[in-house]
């Protein structure tokens, strides 16, 4: 029988978005989608249950656009047929599907991803580390972001069996920098990739600066993407699979 983490991998896996060509990129490996839909369904259950940093990703469309990814990309939300003027599951819907395009630029959907070699941040709080190339400096944006730092760095169960597959990772992407936290930080964000999905999701509802993918608008935001989502919220509701990604 299936497990609850088989059921939506499977839906990843059958979805458009799987089979989808990103702009200088291409097709994601298949972990990426898959890992990015188990990370949904666990951050769906962590909102109906109220958690606060999933709450943080849900909340309604702000009016800074200099700090909210979902406010500066407002026009590209319209133009999808996304509305996020509500609290709840699809204002976090369309916020994992920016994320997913986020993650392709700066990673290629590889959840391993060291530092960019060719740029000058190397101390433990300026390194960037994992699918969304954020860097430990960016907990400043949120006292949630260090919330979900301390719960992952507690137990660090991140899905890196789904987000794996198809991917390789190379001997200088397990390098870290510094010591410290920030040293802690880099080792988890590659290691826990739902870790790494869950500290940028808030960080984009309140740094989204500290992404230049996001700030040239080089992020693809996907309408296949919110689907395959929307089959995910739906398998995970009717058939009660919070207790098999918590």
């Known amino acids: ?8 991998a499977q839906i990843a896996a ?6 989808f060509r990103w702009k200088d990129r291409g097709i ?7 890992g ?4 949904y369904a666990r951050a769906f259950c962590k909102l109906k249950a109220g958690d606060a940093a999933a709450v943080e990703m849900a909340k309604a469309k702000t009016q800074s656009t200099t700090k909210d990814a979902l406010a500066f990309y407002a026009q590209e939300f319209t133009d999808a047929g996304m509305t996020n003027d509500t609290a709840g599951s699809d204002t976090l819907r369309h916020l994992f599907a920016l994320l997913t395009g986020l993650g392709m630029r700066e990673s290629s959907g590889r959840f391993c991803e060291g530092r960019d070699r060719s740029a000058s941040n190397t101390t433990a709080e300026t390194a960037e580390a994992g699918l969304f190339q954020a860097s430990f400096d960016a907990r400043r944006g949120s ?6 730092f301390e719960r992952y ?3 660090p169960s991140g899905f890196i069996e789904v987000f794996r597959e198809g ?4 001997p200088s992407d397990l390098e870290n920098f510094g010591s410290g936290d920030g ?44 689907a395959m989502l929307k089959a995910v919220e739906a398998v995970v509701t009717t058939s009660n699979l919070c207790s098999g990604v918590l």
């Not at 994601?28 to 898959?34: C, E, L, T, V």
């Not at 990015?36 to 990370?39: K, T």
């Not at 991917?167 to 190379?170: D, H, I, L």
Request: aromatic share 6%; proline share 9%.
């Open 36 to 39: 990015m839909a188990v990370a």
């Open 143 to 148: 006292p949630l972001m260090l919330t979900v």
């Open 28 to 34: 994601a490996p298949a972990g990426y989608i898959k």
């Open 1 to 8: 029988m299936p497990t609850p983490i088989d059921q939506i």
């Open 167 to 170: 991917v390789r990772c190379r």
């Open 153 to 155: 760095s507690a137990n």
């Open 183 to 226: 040293a802690k930080y880099q080792k988890l964000a590659k290691e826990c990739p739902a870790f790494a999905v869950e500290f940028a999701a808030v960080g984009l509802r309140n740094i989204r600066k500290h992404w230049g993918p996001i700030n040239r608008k080089e992020a693809q935001l996907r309408p296949e993407c919110d």
């Open 14 to 19: 059958g979805s458009e978005i799987a089979r």
